[in-house]
């Protein structure tokens, strides 16, 4: 079946160094786009980054990612980690086929900034 | 601005009780979706919705009704509310299905 998966749990980083969520995915669907959505404490969560064209970088708030479908990745990084960027990180991915369109997400990744 | 707004914020219920959670949008979406969150689990899709009227099951409709009357509300019905159905529930609407979706602030449900 379709599925995503992400760093789990827990992301620990000191402000001002690099951060890197991990996703990956398995999928049957041939034509697919990424989102990476935010979550903030006690909001809804909303979209941080989108991307449907592989190997092309995206970014967006000092955030960057790249849909590699070699690798069946689409990893989210910041080169320089800030405290407010601590938040509940969801990668989703789209699926459009026939049958109709599916969003599927991970589990989610909880990143926590220190200072 | 995309809005998603839900209703109550917060509830607490009693277990067999019924709970209904109630979703407005003034996106002048079609779509509109209920999901429940849960640690370990993510984001779940219960029931949406492409038109008045007329609801679809999502992954994990049991125990969940959903009601459409109108373009801008969705309802999630709790027949009889039970202790696993304790989670947030977030409300979101997109204008189609492969586009991105606006989720809502979220509703605390605890069953006790």
Same mark, same amino acid.
């Given at each position: 079946g379709d599925s995503v998966t992400q760093t789990e749990g827990l992301v620990t980083v000191t402000e001002g160094l690099p951060v890197k969520l991990n996703?990956?995915?398995?999928?049957?669907?041939?034509?697919? %786009?990424?989102?990476?959505?935010?979550?903030?404490?006690?909001e %809804?969560?909303?979209?941080?980054?989108?991307?449907?064209?592989?190997?092309?970088?995206?970014?967006?708030?000092?955030?960057? %990612?790249?849909l590699h479908k070699s690798s069946s990745s689409f990893h989210l990084q910041k080169s320089s980690a800030q405290l407010s960027d601590s938040a509940l990180y969801y990668c989703a991915l789209m699926g459009y086929g026939s049958s109709g369109n599916k969003l599927i997400f991970g589990i989610g990744t909880l990143l926590s900034v220190k200072p | 601005e995309a809005a998603v707004t839900q209703s109550p914020r917060s509830k607490v219920a009693v277990t067999g009780g019924k709970?209904? $959670?109630?979703c407005h949008q003034t996106n002048n979406h079609d779509y509109m979706y209920w999901y429940r969150q849960d640690t370990g689990h993510g984001l779940r899709l219960i029931h949406y919705s492409y038109v008045a009227d007329s609801t679809e099951k999502g992954d994990?409709?049991?125990?969940?009704?959903? =009601?459409?009357? =109108?373009?801008?509300?969705?309802? $999630?019905?709790?027949? $009889?509310?039970s202790l696993s159905q304790t989670a947030v529930y977030f409300c979101a609407s997109s204008d189609d299905r492969g586009r991105e979706q606006y989720f809502g602030p979220g509703t605390r449900l605890t069953v006790l």
């Open positions: 996703c990956t995915y398995q999928t049957t669907y041939l034509t697919i %786009a990424f989102f990476w959505y935010v979550q903030y404490l006690n %809804a969560p909303q979209v941080l980054l989108k991307s449907s064209t592989d190997n092309k970088r995206t970014e967006h708030q000092g955030f960057h %990612a790249t | 709970v209904t $959670l109630s994990i409709p049991d125990g969940y009704k959903a =009601s459409r009357p =109108s373009q801008e509300n969705f309802s $999630l019905i709790l027949e $009889l509310a």
